[in-house]
């Protein structure tokens, strides 16, 4: 298994970032296939933290990296975003950073949408990023999206525009909002296509060069299991699908070809936005976690909602998305508690299960039942040998890998990159 695939096991934030800059020292392209700039992928390296949404986290390392098609893009974040990274000095050129030429734009009129349903839905908001991701989805597979190719075809662009305002005035309408001027769109469209076109390319073809000429692919899942349009606690999710299998289709490569899926997994659960969430601690225990583990979102600055660690939902994880081994992170978190508890089932109506069931009235309804282990008190912050680890904290470890069916390939002790231990190398097998 020469390529890897890195994906969120929970609802996201469980550390991608950090660990797919770790990877990208042993990769030669990086690849996001999914999602768009709700993503916010924070890397730290010598104490320097960099903040991705779109950008692939092997860009510091100055790795290949690609933008699929599966992504959708608002190119005026994304030239907004290396413009922050190039202040900080990483460059970005069409040397290192290629577009998928039949990706989506995310445009002005997406985000508006998602932020004024959000207001409309009141207490029953899914509680988005407001980035714009669900409407450009709509559109995409409504075939009205602008995509990147349609940039070097004015005529093309033109005739794009009216087709899609036709759709969104519409909406307008119906909602008593001002309806939008396709000129004025235009004109933003054209200014942005000669700085955004120069990185576009089949990148389909560029990927197949590169895995024939033997290279290795990592490519980096955002969001999470918990999150995936299918698979996650719907509707309260994200509008890709965020599990391994995306990675084929929303790259252009064959699903034979992704290789060893590295599920990111956090020590405890967190989640950001609306939507059940059995293992929440509201509760003095849930604040430290968020406090010790800085809890707050990387894209809206929102506190994460947090709570122990639920192996039922991870290994539905494992089962849905085809995980072979975990990066399990932010152990250092829970260090200095007296015990912890990890969620083995649910209780339902009075009755034990053992999976998450689909609809979200049950989900709500969902009681964990607890297994409790024994905490420990030494650091393993900075941790880099698995030798360094408390006993109790390698039981625990341990537990959660005979619960969630997966073993720990890597594990991380803290946001820095080296503070990360490989227990076995996911690039060969
Ligand atoms: P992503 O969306 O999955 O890439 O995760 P985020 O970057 O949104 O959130 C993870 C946060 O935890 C970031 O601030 C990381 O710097 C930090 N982090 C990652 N791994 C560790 C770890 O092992 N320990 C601690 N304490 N923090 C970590
Ligand atoms: P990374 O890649 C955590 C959540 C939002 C909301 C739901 C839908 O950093 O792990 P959207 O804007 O996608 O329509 O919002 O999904 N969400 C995330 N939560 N991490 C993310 O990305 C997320 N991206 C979206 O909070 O609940
Ligand atoms: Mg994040």
């Not at 075809?153 to 036709?166: P, Q, S």
């Not at 980096?220 to 999150?227: C, D, T, W």
């Not at 964990?368 to 912050?381: F, M």
């Amino acid at each position: 298994m020469a390529n890897v695939v890195v994906v969120g096991s929970q609802w996201g934030d469980e550390g991608k970032g950090k660990v797919v800059d770790w990877l990208a020292a042993r990769a030669d392209v990086v690849v996001r296939f999914q999602g768009g700039h709700n993503a916010g992928h924070t890397l730290v390296v010598d104490g320097v933290s960099y903040k991705l949404s779109l950008l692939p986290s092997g860009v510091v390392r100055g790795t290949l990296s690609i933008i699929g098609n599966g992504v959708v893009i608002n190119p005026w974040a994304l030239m907004e975003e290396i413009d922050r990274i190039g202040a900080q000095g990483v460059t970005i050129t069409p040397e290192v950073l290629r577009i998928a030429e039949n990706a989506c734009l995310i445009l002005p009129l997406h985000s508006t949408l998602d932020q004024a349903r959000e207001v409309a839905a009141g207490k029953g908001k899914i509680g988005t990023t407001g980035r714009g991701i669900g409407p450009a989805y709509e559109d995409k597979v409504g075939r009205r999206a602008i995509r990147v190719c349609d940039l070097a075809d004015d005529a093309t662009l033109e005739m794009k525009v009216d087709r899609l305002l036709a759709h969104h005035n519409a909406l307008l309408r119906g909602l008593g909002a001002e309806e939008l001027n396709g000129d004025d769109l235009l004109a933003e469209l054209r200014a942005l296509a000669p700085k955004l076109l120069p990185y576009a390319e089949p990148v389909w073809l560029t990927l197949d060069t590169a895995y024939r000429a033997g290279k290795r692919i990592l490519f980096e899942g955002a969001q999470g299991a918990m999150l995936d349009v299918d698979h996650g606690t719907y509707p309260f999710v994200t509008s890709s699908n965020t599990v391994a299998g995306m990675a084929a289709a929303g790259s252009g490569m064959g699903p034979g070809r992704v290789g060893y899926v590295l599920g990111i997994t956090k020590a405890y659960t967190t989640r950001v936005g609306s939507g059940p969430f059995p293992t929440e601690l509201n509760d003095a225990v849930g604040d430290r976690i968020g406090e010790r583990g800085r809890e707050f979102g990387t894209v809206t600055g929102r506190k994460r909602r947090c709570g122990w660690f639920d192996a039922v939902l991870v290994r539905q994880a494992v089962k849905t998305g085809g995980i072979d081994g975990i990066a399990l992170t932010k152990l250092d978190v829970l260090d200095g508690m007296d015990e912890l508890k990890v969620c083995i089932g649910y209780e339902l109506d009075g009755t034990v299960i053992e999976h998450l069931p689909a609809a979200v009235a049950q989900q709500e309804r969902c009681v964990p039942v607890y297994e409790t282990l024994e905490g420990w008190q030494d650091s393993t912050e900075g941790a880099r040998s698995w030798a360094q680890l408390p006993a109790t904290a390698v039981k625990y470890v341990r537990r959660i890998e005979e619960l969630i069916g997966a073993p720990v390939s890597l594990l991380s002790t803290s946001p820095e990159r080296e503070d990360t231990i490989l227990v076995h190398d996911p690039f060969t097998g």
